[in-house]
């Protein structure tokens, strides 16, 4: 490889990284506008501390533990990388220069790539632990599952661990980000339960988000980050690659949002904004983790799958399991991300049933492990500091409990602000 | 051309793509804060429908309608390309792969990028159309716009048809997307009527926008999108083309607000800053027939008179035509898509009095076809299946009658809600 | 360098141009959030005027001021480049064309990457006089602060100055537009004095914003855009270079927050998110000065130091000094610009006592001339147009008061709007 092709996969690595560091704001403004005006602050903040724990944590160590080198014993394959990492705080190459022979990209482009990916499972979790869940607590939850947890199912694949040697395929995460997020997500919520209010004795209380505009930001801007997330993993500019993974992943997105349309047009016989943006992300997980073995035709299957999937799971985990998930991140990364990782089993140029199962096992594998940890911790959490705020606090709304402001000046305080300064 | 520099065009494509991408949330946020907050969610639900019918059809037919071939004869030259194309279904070629000789692009980036501009179009129509169309009569003819209407006219110059061949210059689509778009708005908002309330016995009653801010984030998020729009269709990644198209670009986008802002002024008397918004699209629209052929210069001077023609055109419409047009699509796209194709003729290294002739015809073509398609069009629709809601739907708002939500949680619903709750 | 080389650096400086340029919404989104209701007309109103004037006046001459060519005399090494400078007008080389030899990138990109720059140091202003000061006096300062005094300051340093001759280092602006921008919105404040309201006999009163949600969509997507601030600084797109920016620009961004989380949680007892969004902002003009020469860990200390100074400045200038400054401007940007330039003489690669001292004197001369030319330039404006809207102006909101219109449509003027409809 010359200067200039590396100059040119790098340029295009950057630029993924900071595509994907937008979906953090994608994030914030979803979660945002899917909770009430009384807990906005709170799910802002949470959003602003992720990101930069995330880059904290996954530099002191998540990255190396995540690729610890080229280790190979049945301990190191699945137990996290760490055993055999160099410790904490990054280890630098003593070159951190760039060998034109060696990849498509610098060092450090690798670094903040994978970082800005690693604060990525944590948001999932944010949004369905929102409107109860006590700020300490889940920064802390956040940390450790950022600095460990991630780093330990990222390496079972792409560090080299047991996953990757077994012959398990996930592109860009599917399963390694938004199954193991969702998963995360899935045994907070049972830990906290419910929020007050949510499931009566006379019936279950929809409780919709304060902010659709909000909402309807954040899918697009997810879209948007999501070019840099599938794109910049083909880990290099390959002109045929990537651009075949950025008509994957839109068609997908795409077919996700017409399925979901036509799904809960029939189901709730009216046009659900929540169930079409939820359903573009659904697609966008699902095509995730073949991006880029699937032919157009194939990523429009898997999006309208994902797109059907979600109306269905959101109302399955809300009134068959009463799983109070505010933001519906269980549907969207836990199950189009399982869906999503069994279709490169079914689909693409990887299709088999040898693939299938080894998808299957490896999916459900790093569910397991995700759930069980964030279960244990979560639940280590409760017994020590509390998880949840108290009724009261929950009711006055988070934001006056926990920050002690409101998001908006509503018209009425202008009003009374300007009659009290009269 | 060597793979290096392939790989580098192919890169700024994709990312010029992405810009393009983002240009829907712009709309949405533009829509969503130029209508009133009940019909917030509707105008959501539009936008993040269009993006996702457009990329679905332009990758049915829209595409290779557009691009059939080397078709030459008069009908085909006429006609739209689907006389000559390979049928429904995207046609790939056998090797989508790169042949570094034949472009500065792979094929799914030529794709990609075509399928991100194509929706643009219909997006134009429905911010004319809002708070009072029926839902899935918009989405049905957006969804026959992209894929029929849009690709004909495009192929007359993009594709190789008549208007390419008698020399018509369009460089990025001032008429090509713009005019065509804002020619179907017309047409649309013509068989829809203006929404009730508008137009009364007593005089013109202004409806304005919900939200200044998502307003303003809109117009910003389109500019951000323009250098995308714009600079990629330079088709490569030549440095002083592109850079030139930059600079052409943004001194057209702040010309055209500071003339608005004069004039508006001078008008109103105020400072208006809907005005001045619209004034920086219509200057991104007026430039971008002949981004590559001004200095800057004449970049300032295009986008001035889009800045001027902007509060003109407005009050014009609205006021002597009695046209309805929530968000200005029309002054915007359609007025100042005409000007800046005219401007090709006027200003800058094509123009002469020959060009200009091409130009008014060639733009009138199009408007033309735009215009009467559309309205027949939404003329079958409306005696088909109707296409605008009842008087009482309109008055509680879209937000209410088709989707069965509120955009926003006032403080008052936060309050009786919290009262509830105990 | 061969073209393919100089294609992919221009990509990159391309992409840092656009990514420069979404700063401006990011300052328009947080200023807008900081504010109450009645004024957010008024600021986005500002901000899309300040962009449009900024680009105009650096073309008309700015640009030609603060990159005159060689000169080394006394006079124009201290005094502005446009004593020998091509006069007003935009001097173009004969040929904007590319020499593969001389640079990276060609003259237009040159030229839209640094007019990006420009207007960013006015836009720090308009948060800091926001809500009291007059629409047409503040354009005018903005206006000709862009076109004569930032160029000068530019001059000293990136033009070939003398800052530049004695050694002086900003990579990428802590002084030259931070500081700069931050010294003048302190001036500012001081001629305009504080809010009506604000500091009353009894008390301070805090005047909270009126949107969280605006702001924290404004600080994310300023973070985004100073990937390209700092990114494009490197002027090229040399691979370790600029990764290595990304990570130090990341992690200084990400230690600001998480200091500013722990120090105002000290000070104030409540997880305040004005500071966590204040500290990342902090972080991020702290490095800015250094970007290029810190390692990450040197980049985590530089940024929790100004996560450190955040709420102790805050509350210094407001409640010590009594300057109100609405957004924080000039804790951030003066301050912590200030503390980013000195810490390149103690941190990285240049670190030293000659450098540090260098580094002081060279961001005082810098801040005392912006200080002293905004308070004069303001002083003036007082003077003779008037620089405050009047006492009842401010009382009803500048969206009234200048603009004639609200930012927004609230639940009772819907409901009310309703009511007069039927």
Redesign the interface.
Known sequence: M???????????M??A???V??M??GF??LE?GFV???N??NI??K???I??????TY?TCGFNFMYPGAGGDAVTAILPGFLESSGL??F?PED???TYADGA?????D??FQ?MFAATAATIVSGAVAERIK?NSFLLFAAIFVAIFYPITGFWKWGGGWLDKAGFYDFAGSTLVHAMGGAAALAAVIVLGPR??KYLRNGIKPI???????A??G???L??GW?GFN?GSVLS????M???V??TT??A??????AA?FTAQFMFK????SM??NG?LGGLVGITAGADLMS??EA?LIGAIAGVIIPLSVVFFDKTLKIDDPVGATSVHLVCGIWGTLAVGIFGSSAGLGQLWTQLYGTLSVCAFSFITAFGLMYLIKVTMGVRVTESEE?RGLDLA?????????????SA??MA??
């Open positions: 010359n200067e200039a092709l590396f100059t040119a996969n790098n340029v295009w950057l630029v990284t900071v595509l560091f937008v953090h704001l914030s403004a945002a009430r005006r009384k906005t602050v802002l903040f959003n602003a501390m990101i930069a724990i995330g880059l904290l530099f705080g990054l630098v951190p220069g760039i990209y610098a060092f450090w482009t670094f903040i970082a700020l007050s209010g919709p988000g304060h902010s659709m505009p909000l309807a930001i899918v697009f801007l879209w948007f070019f794109g500019a390959d002109p045929v990537v651009s075949l950025f008509v839109s068609l997105a795409a077919a996700g949002a017409v349309f009216t046009h659900d904004l079409v943006l573009i157009p035709l429009i009711e926990e920050h002690d402001m409101h998001a908006y000046e509503s018209a009425s305080e202008e602000y300007n300064v009269k």
